[in-house]
């Protein structure tokens, strides 16, 4: 029973974290638009600064990209644990830029920055722990065929 418990929190954090990325990348592509966009870019707060955040927004999304293939290829998922704290740092990071631009932020930022955060660091735990648990496995069962 306990089990079916633990089968499905992996099941569900497996596919909170492919939402996230889908809702990572989407997003990050869409802030280029004006009228698709998860966020609000309103010109009067930006100015010039507009096609910064959206830029910085494109980077992000090809970015995790490149990491999800190299995790793919590799097969080694605990990486999206650092990409994870790093995600959750683009709140302080936007909090900074809102701050010396002396602009104010869509409060969906951070939201967008919290929920991908941490789906990338539960992922990358239930992997690791996943990858740790057959290792043990392995170990006992060598153990035994001594």
């Given at each position: 029973?306990?089990?079916?418990?633990?089968?499905?929190?992996?099941?569900?954090?497996?596919?909170?974290f492919?939402?996230?990325?889908?809702v990572?990348?989407?997003?990050?592509?869409?802030?280029?638009?004006?009228?698709?966009?998860?966020?609000e870019?309103?010109e009067?707060?930006?100015?010039?600064?507009?096609?910064?955040?959206?830029?910085?927004?494109?980077?992000?999304?090809?970015t995790?990209?490149?990491?999800?293939g190299?995790?793919f290829?590799?097969?080694?998922?605990?990486?999206?644990?650092?990409v994870?704290?790093?995600?959750?740092?683009?709140?302080?990071?936007?909090?900074?830029?809102?701050?010396?631009?002396?602009?104010?932020?869509?409060?969906?930022?951070?939201?967008?920055?919290?929920y991908t955060g941490?789906?990338?660091?539960?992922?990358?735990?239930?992997v690791?722990?996943e990858?740790?648990?057959?290792?043990?496995?392995?170990?006992k069962?060598?153990?035994?065929?001594?």
């Amino acid at each position: 029973m306990a089990f079916k418990g633990l089968q499905s929190i992996k099941f569900l954090l497996e596919i909170n974290f492919y939402i996230s990325v889908i809702v990572l990348i989407a997003g990050s592509i869409l802030s280029v638009s004006g009228s698709y966009s998860f966020f609000e870019f309103n010109e009067e707060l930006y100015g010039a600064l507009d096609n910064n955040l959206r830029m910085i927004m494109v980077y992000l999304a090809l970015t995790e990209g490149i990491i999800l293939g190299y995790c793919f290829f590799r097969k080694n998922f605990q990486v999206m644990i650092p990409v994870g704290f790093f995600l959750i740092l683009m709140i302080g990071s936007m909090e900074f830029y809102s701050e010396i631009n002396s602009i104010e932020i869509d409060e969906n930022f951070f939201q967008f920055f919290l929920y991908t955060g941490i789906s990338h660091i539960l992922f990358g735990v239930m992997v690791g722990i996943e990858k740790n648990s057959v290792n043990a496995q392995n170990e006992k069962s060598s153990k035994l065929s001594e």
